[in-house]
């Protein structure tokens, strides 16, 4: 268990009656907990680490039951985040960052944000020059993260819903299309280039386009670059036809969306009824901001624009 904060008594006998049989005494401490966790007070990070510490040591069916407490938690803090960064436009980084959340709790995202600052460091020293055009610093970006950092693809377990959680995908280095593009959008954008996500179908790609030069680069498959024709080519292959709009740049609000179907159709894949609706509650933030109806909570997750299955371009 963490020392780093010293918790007063009372609130040390509540976390230790989270995982209480008596659904009375479970209802009773879950709420003041509640109130202390979605807060601001200093102890809060460290009381929601001792809950996951006691879901963790739980059987089965109390971990369930707080675990769903936990998904509250986080939702009642984060939603609010949510929106505000879909009114204020925030970047990327700030919403891959809210998703990690979801997920695992007790995460810090400074960690994740050091490791990035890292590899930006080490294509403006060591990579980049000041004779190279922009397309190489492209090339030279796929050089760092597929090739020194061993960023890859997760053919083998390709539903994993750690695949979609930025630390997770960080850490093992392992993860699928869109959040691998998000480590390379993430350290694009620090650096200024112009690089930016596409919606393919069944493929989340990348596009580096300036003036009339456009590539694309495959973030699953070693940051393979491709042409326009090539990406044409696996669309229609591939039954989906063509549409200029699948080539296109994607929003931030597109790409976030996105990464939220996938986790959604990773906790269906896996039969995990409970995370699929809290992941739902997310995607719903998103639909009523753009005047859309709420998704039904019963409605089957599939989705053709989705990352529901790898394939190679």
Do not use: W
Not at 220 to 244: A, H, M, P, T, W
């Amino acid at each position: 268990m963490s020392d780093l904060i010293s918790l007063d008594p009372k609130l040390s006998a509540m976390i230790s009656l989270i995982d209480d049989d008596d659904e009375a005494v479970f209802k009773s401490v879950s709420k003041e907990l509640l109130d202390i966790v979605k807060s601001d007070r200093p102890e809060a990070a460290e009381v929601m680490k001792r809950i996951i510490e006691k879901k963790n040591a739980a059987p089965f069916s109390v971990s369930a039951r707080i675990e769903d407490f936990i998904d509250e938690v986080q939702f009642q803090k984060l939603s609010p985040q949510f929106l505000r960064g879909l009114l204020d436009g925030a970047s990327l980084e700030s919403f891959v960052f809210l998703i990690m959340q979801i997920g695992y709790p007790d995460a810090n995202p400074t960690i994740y944000k050091r490791d990035l600052s890292r590899l930006e460091s080490a294509l403006r020293v060591e990579y980049f020059n000041s004779s190279m055009t922009e397309v190489d610093k492209v090339f030279m970006m796929s050089v760092l993260v597929f090739e020194r950092e061993g960023y890859r693809g997760n053919s083998a377990n390709y539903y994993e819903p750690d695949n979609s959680y930025i630390n997770r995908v960080m850490e093992r280095k392992l993860g699928i299309p869109i959040t691998l593009g998000a480590v390379y959008l993430m350290l694009a954008e620090r650096l200024g280039l112009p690089i930016y996500g596409v919606n393919m179908p069944a493929h989340f790609m990348l596009k580096y386009e300036k003036y009339n030069l456009e590539l694309f680069i495959d973030p699953f498959n070693q940051g393979r670059v491709l042409d326009k024709q090539d990406c044409i080519r696996f669309l229609q292959n591939s039954g989906y036809g063509y549409v200029e709009q699948y080539l296109s740049r994607a929003s931030t609000i597109e790409i976030v969306e996105r990464m939220l179907n996938n986790l959604r159709n990773s906790y269906s894949e896996l039969g995990n009824t409970p995370k699929l609706r809290v992941i739902e509650r997310y995607l719903n933030i998103i639909r009523e901001f753009r005047g859309d109806a709420p998704m039904p909570l019963d409605e089957p997750p599939a989705s053709p624009d989705d990352d529901s299955e790898e394939t190679d371009v």
